[in-house]
T-cell receptor
Framework: GQQLNQSPQSMFIQEGEDVSMNCTSSSIFNTWLWYKQDPGEGPVLLIALYKAGELTSNGRLTAQFGITRKDSFLNISASIPSDVGIYFCAGLAGAQKLVFGQGTRLTINP | NAGVTQTPKFQVLKTGQSMTLQCAQDMNHEYMSWYRQDPGMGLRLIHYSVGAGITDQGEVPNGYNVSRSTTEDFPLRLLSAAPSQTSVYFC?????????????FGPGTRLTVL
C-alpha cells in the first residue's frame, strides 16, 4: 500500500530557531495536509495543499506541495514554546482515504 | 457546538471482552471515520461512513465493526478484544468526502487490552 516517510522522527531545538520537516513517498498524491497534535488531543489541521508547486503560509508556518507530487515540506519560523507537539503529514491519492506519515515530535528548549 | 466527542477517554479491557467506543458530532457532517494511532506510526483508517446507513472498510478493519444509524453517531465495536488492539482511537468528521480542510478529530480514546 501507499506509504509516507516523514523525517525527522524527532527534533530538539532552542526557542527562536526555525524548523523544517518533510514527507516523501514513492506514490503520487493529489492533496497534502499537515496536522499538529498536542498531548492528549486529536490532530488539528494546520495547512492544506491542493496543487503541485503550491506554497501556502499560515502565520509562522509555511508548507509546500512538491512539484513531483511525491513530497511536501513544512517550515516553522521563530519557534515558540507552544509549537511543541507532534506534526503529521498526510496525503490523499484518491478513494477518499488519507495516508499519514509517522509524525515528527518537536521539543523546544526555552 | 461541541464538535466531535468521544467516550470513554480511557478504557482497560481483558482479552476477549467486547466494548463499544462512542463517537458523536453535532456539526451535521456526512462523513465520519475511525482511526487508530500506534507509537511511531501515523494514524491508520479502520472504518469510515459517507452518510447514515453507509459504512465501508479502511486500511485495518479486522476485529472492528461499525454502524451508522444516525448522522450524529458513529460507534466502533470491538467484538473480542485482543492485546494487538491496544492503541489510541480517534474519531473524525467532515462535511463531505472531499472536504478535508474542514475535518475535525475528537480527543481520542486510549484503550489498553490486557
Amino acid at each position: 500500500g501507499q506509504q509516507l516517510n516523514q523525517s525527522p522522527q524527532s527534533m530538539f531545538i532552542q526557542e527562536g530557531e526555525d524548523v523544517s520537516m518533510n514527507c516523501t513517498s514513492s506514490s503520487i498524491f493529489n492533496t497534502w495536509l499537515w496536522y499538529k497534535q498536542d498531548p492528549g488531543e486529536g490532530p488539528v489541521l494546520l495547512i492544506a495543499l491542493y496543487k503541485a508547486g503550491e506554497l501556502t503560509s499560515n502565520g509562522r508556518l509555511t508548507a509546500q506541495f512538491g512539484i513531483t507530487r511525491k513530497d511536501s515540506f513544512l517550515n516553522i519560523s521563530a519557534s515558540i514554546p507552544s509549537d511543541v507537539g507532534i506534526y503529521f503529514c498526510a496525503g490523499l491519492a484518491g478513494a477518499q482515504k488519507l495516508v499519514f506519515g509517522q509524525g515528527t515530535r518537536l521539543t523546544i528548549n526555552p | 457546538n461541541a464538535g466531535v466527542t468521544q467516550t470513554p477517554k480511557f478504557q482497560v479491557l481483558k482479552t476477549g471482552q467486547s466494548m463499544t467506543l462512542q463517537c458523536a458530532q453535532d456539526m451535521n457532517h456526512e462523513y465520519m471515520s475511525w482511526y487508530r494511532q500506534d507509537p511511531g506510526m501515523g494514524l491508520r483508517l479502520i472504518h469510515y461512513s459517507v452518510g447514515a446507513g453507509i459504512t465501508d472498510q479502511g486500511e485495518v478493519p479486522n476485529g472492528y465493526n461499525v454502524s451508522r444509524s444516525t448522522t450524529e453517531d458513529f460507534p466502533l465495536r470491538l467484538l473480542s478484544a485482543a492485546p494487538s488492539q491496544t492503541s489510541v482511537y480517534f474519531c473524525a468528521s467532515r462535511p463531505g468526502a472531499d472536504s478535508y480542510n474542514e475535518q475535525f478529530f475528537g480527543p481520542g480514546t486510549r484503550l489498553t487490552v490486557l
